[in-house]
């Protein structure tokens, strides 16, 4: 059963399954652009905090690393955390993820990057949350909102001469 969630021209959002959802989105950009704008702390500011100012106080990207993100937004501060679990360059980051709103409702994201062969990325991120409840809650919060405000952001970031 999979369920579409949401959907705009360029992000596709579906639940699977009772507690995942799956974000697709193909970026005018080669694999590697998208690997460094996912991993280098510079980039990930430039474009994860949805044009917010985005203080990366940590990015250790590696098994067991842990990340953490403060976005200051005009309606506050929101903090985001977790451990990196896999890292496969170029190919997949598994990760966890949470944020400091709601303290112990941790996701587990798993991130893939295929190369389309014609300088285009396929990023398919997958989102297991712990509870129904849970996956609800991040919905509710104006999911599908953030992401495509900061994949339009990504957009803008990969556009840019290298």
Do not use: C
Request: charged fraction near 25%; aromatic fraction near 8%.
């Amino acid at each position: 059963m999979t369920t579409q969630v949401a959907s705009s021209p360029k992000v596709l959002v579906t639940q699977p399954a009772e507690r995942e959802l799956r974000i697709e989105r193909i970026f005018n950009a080669s694999r590697e652009r998208v690997w460094k704008a996912l991993t280098h702390p510079t980039l990930i500011a430039q474009w994860w905090g949805r044009g917010n100012k985005l203080v990366i106080e940590r990015m250790d990207v590696q098994p067991g690393g842990h990340w953490r993100f403060v976005e200051h937004a005009p309606d506050g501060t929101y903090g985001f955390e977790g451990r990196f679990r896999e890292v496969k360059p170029l190919e997949r980051l598994e990760q966890t993820f949470e944020w400091d709103g709601a303290p112990g409702h941790v996701s587990v994201d798993i991130t893939t990057l295929e190369d389309l062969g014609d300088g285009r990325t396929k990023l398919v991120s997958v989102s297991l949350f712990h509870t129904v409840e849970d996956l609800q809650g991040m919905v509710g919060a104006g999911m599908e909102q953030g992401i495509n405000q900061s994949y339009a952001a990504l957009d803008a970031l990969l556009a840019q001469p290298h």
